[in-house]
């Protein structure tokens, strides 16, 4: 069992920036890949960007060349830089762990922006 807990969402103005953290503890070893999904109201949930273990990145068009996901392999731990963020970005972003054949997801964590 892998447990991913994210944090550093909340309310930010058009143009900010935010930082969201996912920690990950217990099982941890041969995680494949690690993500950041999110899900907007009335949306679905959709890739925002990815990272595998040999460190290929992948990102949504509409995030490019805006936000950077990377990863502290001391601290467990996945990150998602979000700058110039647009109203449209407002969603729940969800850190995601793929192991084998298993999926774990995060609670998530809410991120607002305001125009």
């Known amino acids: 069992q892998v447990q991913l807990v994210e944090s550093g969402g909340g309310p930010v103005q058009a143009g900010g920036s935010l930082r969201l953290s996912c920690a990950a503890s217990?099982?941890?070893?041969?995680?494949?890949?690690m993500g950041w999904y999110r899900q907007g109201p009335g949306k679905q949930r959709e890739l925002v960007a990815s990272?595998?273990?040999?460190?290929?990145?992948n990102y949504a068009d509409s995030v490019k060349g805006r936000f950077t996901i990377s990863r502290d392999s001391a601290k467990n731990t996945l990150y998602l830089q979000m700058n110039s963020l647009k109203p449209e970005d407002t969603a729940s972003y969800y850190c995601?762990?793929?192991?084998?054949?298993?999926?774990?997801w995060g609670q998530g964590t809410q991120v607002t922006v305001s125009a």
């Open positions: 995601k762990a793929e192991q084998g054949r298993w999926v774990y």
């Open positions: 990272l595998t273990s040999g460190g290929n990145t």
């Open positions: 217990g099982s941890i070893f041969n995680i494949n890949s």
